[in-house]
């Protein structure tokens, strides 16, 4: 299936402005099932962008604008080609084995540790005493059984935490969003020495789709499991990943992969809007068109501190 995907970002500063710095993951991977055909980024006031690819192999679009400014607005289109990924009913019970440290790749072991938003605390020790989060059965299935444990522990409520919350507050409220429920499932995972990762990206909304998150980014979960490797949950909307989950960034949590991450000098409130469009694509480029893997220019961004204030957006 080829999507056409539009991602507008604007923000909006009470005052003036300058040197604002930003990064942006935006640009969806190619790998495996998924094939980024096209891609461009668009930025007003102009600048221009550069870009790099991180430890996780993410595409890291960045720019600054040293002028005084009032709006800073980002523009991201790509045109993906997106395969279902083939996912077995169940492993074998005795698959728990082959999860050990030493028989795992170095991507999945590095997915063990905890990070900043995916850690272990009483409240989450609670939570999976009360869904049974403990090795049994086949990994696979437990998985399964888990993912549908959050979706119907929490209830998506939209505003209801900041990009910054710690899970904890999702855990008291059970109200929260899909960065909410993927840090969760992370810690858990995690607990149980599965290695786990944070996907965000877009998820299709189809007319027949009973989904419960937005129609902006999206975000899930990759656990490591022997046999199929990594394996797309998405515990907001009680899914698997599917031919409608399309990956821009992987990383420990959302502080790895933010969709935009950037600092201003300046005193000035900020609003935020964001508008995603997902929407199927007839166009069928040719193979040629395919973006390269590699990534020659390995830039840097320098960073000021003196009165910055940060600008990020939550999923």
């Known amino acids: 299936m080829y999507y056409s995907i539009r991602h507008v970002t604007h923000f909006r500063y009470g005052a003036n402005v300058y040197e604002s710095v930003m990064e942006a993951r935006m640009q969806p991977r190619s790998e495996s099932t998924q094939r980024c055909y096209s891609f461009k980024l668009a930025v007003q006031p102009r600048a221009r962008v550069y870009l790099y690819r991180d430890s996780l192999a993410n595409t890291v679009h960045y720019f600054d604008i040293p002028e005084v400014h ?20 169940r492993l074998d019970e005795g698959d728990w084995k ?4 030493d028989m795992m790749p170095a991507d999945a072991f590095e997915m063990l540790l905890p990070s900043r938003f995916a850690r272990r605390s009483p409240a989450l020790e609670d939570l999976a005493a009360s869904i049974g989060a403990e090795r049994r059965g086949d990994p696979l299935s437990l ?3 888990l993912n549908q444990s959050i ?3 929490f209830e998506y409520k939209q505003k209801a935490t900041r990009v910054d919350s710690p899970i904890e507050e ?3 409220s059970h109200q929260g969003v899909c960065q909410d ?61 599917s031919g409608r989950h399309i990956r821009t960034a992987i990383g420990r949590d959302y502080a790895d992969v933010p969709p935009t991450r950037g600092v201003f000098k300046g005193e000035a409130s900020t ?5 995603v469009a997902v929407s199927p694509s007839e166009i ?9 893997e590699s990534i020659s220019e390995e830039d840097l961004i320098p960073r000021n501190r003196n009165r910055q204030r940060e600008q990020q957006q939550q999923q």
């Open 170 to 172: 999702v855990l008291t």
């Open 70 to 89: 009032r709006e800073l607005a980002i523009t991201a289109e790509a045109l993906v080609d997106l395969d279902p990924v083939p996912i077995p009913e």
């Open 151 to 153: 979706y119907g522990a």
């Open 284 to 292: 069928l480029p040719p193979e040629r068109d395919l973006i390269p």
């Open 181 to 241: 429920f993927a840090h969760i499932f992370i810690s858990l995972l995690r607990g149980m020495r599965i290695p786990a990762r944070y996907v965000s990206g877009y998820l299709y909304h189809g007319s027949e789709d009973r989904d419960r998150s937005s129609d902006s980014t999206h975000a899930w979960v990759e656990a490591w499991l022997p046999g199929p490797g990594w394996v797309g949950f998405d515990p907001t909307n009680n899914l698997l990943s």
């Open 98 to 101: 082959l999860l050990d440290p």
């Open 271 to 275: 609003k935020l809007t964001v508008s």
């Open 143 to 145: 998985l399964r059984e």
